[in-house]
């Protein structure tokens, strides 16, 4: 199978110069000829010029980070990627191809992840192409594969993870520079076929879908609730545990169980309450 071939193709600016030369050595035969009446010197001026405009017409220029993909009567004969001024045969068809990297702005995608919840996403793609032949033949628009392919695979990367996750499992949301790791490794086995490289591949948009936006957002909420309290209930109990330590080991108060008890509830009360503690005082003993 036909792969790519760089190719450098004749000067352009010598073929200018004959160009330049041909239409004056024309002009003067035309003119001459016409001047003395003499048929065959307006006719070889005749074809001077039209040689001229034939070998023109084979001129061409590539543009930095640009390459043409020369083909000949219906056969591939090369890339020409450098730069410059350039000269092929005027039969040639040229396509000119960018080499420049592109961004790839996905639209927002509804789809399910793993645990079947409804999500938004969306993928911003940098790209570039690197083989203008696979570019050019072995797909049919290159431009619109990579839209299709990059759609495709963010739709499949979405149904292999969970949004969210309690536990060390990947998630979208958790592990999001992962995942964008994984999306670029799927889109470059994809895109590889068009003649196209990934340079990167990042999430751009991650939310819940709207139907379940709010249901979800509570969720949220209450497991950060939960871990607060935890957090807190931890802390009382050590702050506890030195008090009731530090007061029996100064022998500054001798608690029997019962009163123990007692303290206990009530620091417990003071330091987990959400609001300001208002202590009253017992000027008598606890019986």
């Known amino acids: 199978m036909t792969r790519e071939s760089v190719r450098k193709p004749a000067p352009g600016g010598a073929v200018l110069m004959l160009d330049v030369v041909l239409f004056a050595i024309a002009l003067f035969l035309v003119i001459g000829g016409a001047r003395a009446d003499h048929a065959p010197t307006v006719l070889a001026g005749v074809f001077l010029l039209l040689l001229g405009v034939f070998l023109a017409a084979g001129l061409f220029i590539v543009q930095p980070n640009q390459a043409a993909v020369l083909v000949f009567f219906g056969k591939y004969t090369g890339s020409v990627k450098k730069n410059g001024f350039w000269w092929v045969n005027p039969f040639t068809v040229r396509k000119k191809i960018s080499l420049r990297a592109r961004?790839?702005?996905?639209?927002?995608?509804?789809?399910?992840?793993?645990?079947?919840?409804?999500?938004?996403?969306?993928?911003?793609v940098v790209w570039v192409v690197d083989n203008t032949f696979e570019a050019v033949f072995d797909v049919d628009d290159y431009e619109g594969y990579v839209t299709t392919q990059s759609e495709s695979?963010?739709?499949h990367l979405a149904t292999k993870y969970p949004y969210d996750s309690e536990d060390d499992t990947?998630?979208?949301?958790?592990?999001?520079?992962?995942?964008?790791?994984?999306?670029?490794?799927?889109?470059?086995?994809?895109?590889?076929?068009?003649?196209?490289?990934?340079?990167?591949?990042?999430?751009?948009?991650?939310?819940?879908?709207?139907?379940i936006a709010g249901a979800m957002l509570r969720r949220q909420q209450a497991d950060a609730i939960i871990a607060a309290r935890f957090k807190i209930v931890e802390g009382a109990v050590g702050m506890v545990e030195n008090a009731l330590n530090a007061l029996g080991s100064r022998g500054i108060v001798d608690l029997d169980d019962e009163r123990r008890a007692a303290m206990v509830s009530n620091l417990m009360v003071v330091l987990c309450g959400q609001e300001e503690a208002h202590p009253i005082i017992n000027a008598g003993s606890l019986y």
């Open 103 to 124: 961004n790839l702005n996905g639209d927002r995608l509804k789809v399910n992840d793993k645990a079947g919840n409804p999500i938004e996403i969306a993928t911003v």
């Open 153 to 155: 695979a963010v739709r």
């Open 170 to 211: 990947l998630s979208l949301r958790g592990d999001i520079d992962t995942v964008s790791g994984k999306l670029e490794e799927e889109l470059s086995e994809r895109l590889g076929r068009a003649g196209v490289r990934v340079v990167e591949a990042r999430l751009s948009h991650l939310a819940y879908a709207q139907e």
